[in-house]
């Protein structure tokens, strides 16, 4: 997820940035540091007024007209995964930010940092990935820029994007309209993208080790938007730090609490199967083609339904709720009935996954 113009507010750290006198790995990994690190240093010094609540996407208005504008980096390893690579991850996580707000992705820009030595092959490999990709989410990929830096500096390529996208009249998505007694809906099953890429990574051969989930969710929004309206309230992908990272976000921003039920969240057994062995939890994993769909109650039936019919959303299931009690925090609830509170992570699972 990338981060855009927040609250309007002093110099200070509302979540401590940690004992630590340098940068570290999990200051980027979607848990607890990378928020210290947003909340406690970039939202003060860069605030002007925007809005009240963190959301994928900074909406603008622009004369008549909504622009949802976003930016993202990528520097996954490796480049090419089981499922996708860097070049397709660029294109959908931008676009997904930008869906994430309920706008239609339109123009994206893309910086490429080379390094010195990076195969032409492989450079030509990823710039016709990223075309393609822009085709089948319908953007147009407008303006650039490239650098090169010194062979052993930039571990191979890395990619930044930004992207605009227009929010249609009438249609107001973000973490602010969550209510109590609204419904959570998942749009599929959990850390496929995670396991993906840890298995190449490390050389690991996982029995039913899946593909990364990478897609865009441009068109699956729409759907989304087309059966419940105004009755959609919040849209979040779950990228770094997985479903818990963005339940917890939404909770304490909003000030509310959320209910997850543990037996409805869908995770297949191939990354079951991996996150027991390795020590992992598929409800912090990362994801590339999921989203989370915080709904009216009296919507719920009717946009999961339209979930279902999607032809690229495997599994969309209702996995919770919204309620007033214990604002800001997180509860699973388990096979059982007994619950236990679902944090964010101190440090990450795993490190450069995207």
């Not at 200051?27 to 959301?55: K, N, S, Y």
């Not at 994801?287 to 915080?294: F, H, S, T």
């Not at 919204?322 to 795993?350: F, I, K, N």
Request: aromatic share 4%; proline share 6%.
């Amino acid at each position: 997820m990338s981060h855009s113009r927040q609250p309007d507010f002093a110099l200070q750290c509302p979540v401590p940035l940690g004992d630590y006198d340098s940068v570290q790995l999990a200051h980027g990994g979607g848990g607890r540091l990378m928020q210290g690190l947003i909340e406690g240093l970039f939202l003060p010094a860069f605030a002007d007024g925007g809005p009240d609540v963190p959301h994928d996407s900074a909406v603008l208005t622009v004369g008549d007209e909504r622009l949802a504008f976003t930016t993202d980096s990528f520097v996954v390893s490796p480049m090419f995964f089981p499922g996708g690579d860097i070049g397709e991850l660029a294109v959908y996580g931008t676009v997904n930010d930008l869906a994430m707000a309920g706008a239609q992705p339109r123009w994206l820009s893309v910086g490429m940092i080379l390094e010195e030595g990076l195969p032409m092959e492989t450079l030509r490999r990823v710039v016709a990935s990223m075309r393609a990709a822009a085709d089948r989410a319908g953007v147009r990929l407008v303006t650039g820029d490239t650098k090169v830096v010194d062979r052993g500096k930039g571990d191979g390529l890395y990619i930044n994007t930004a992207g605009v996208g227009v929010v249609p009249a009438g249609v107001t998505i973000g973490p602010g309209r969550v209510e109590p007694g609204d419904a959570i809906l998942l749009s599929g099953d959990l850390g496929r993208h995670a396991i993906s890429i840890m298995s190449q990574r490390e050389g690991l051969d996982f029995s039913g080790a899946p593909e990364s989930d990478c897609a865009p969710l441009n068109r699956l929004v729409e759907t989304i938007i087309e059966a419940g309206g105004q009755d959609v309230h919040c849209l979040r992908d779950l990228t770094r730090g997985g479903l818990a990272a963005a339940a917890n976000e939404i909770a304490r921003h909003r000030g509310v609490g959320i209910e997850l039920d543990e037996a409805s969240v869908p995770v297949c057994e191939g990354v079951r199967g991996a996150c027991e062995l390795l020590g992992l939890d598929p409800l912090y994993a990362a994801n590339e083609g999921r989203l989370v769909a915080i709904v009216s109650a009296s919507a719920a039936e009717r946009v999961l339904d339209a979930m279902q019919r999607h032809a690229d959303t495997p599994e969309p299931a209702a996995v919770g709720h919204v309620t007033a009690e214990h604002p800001g925090l997180v509860e699973l609830r388990g096979p059982l009935g007994g619950g236990r509170v679902l944090d964010l992570l101190s440090g990450e699972q795993m490190p450069r996954i995207c």
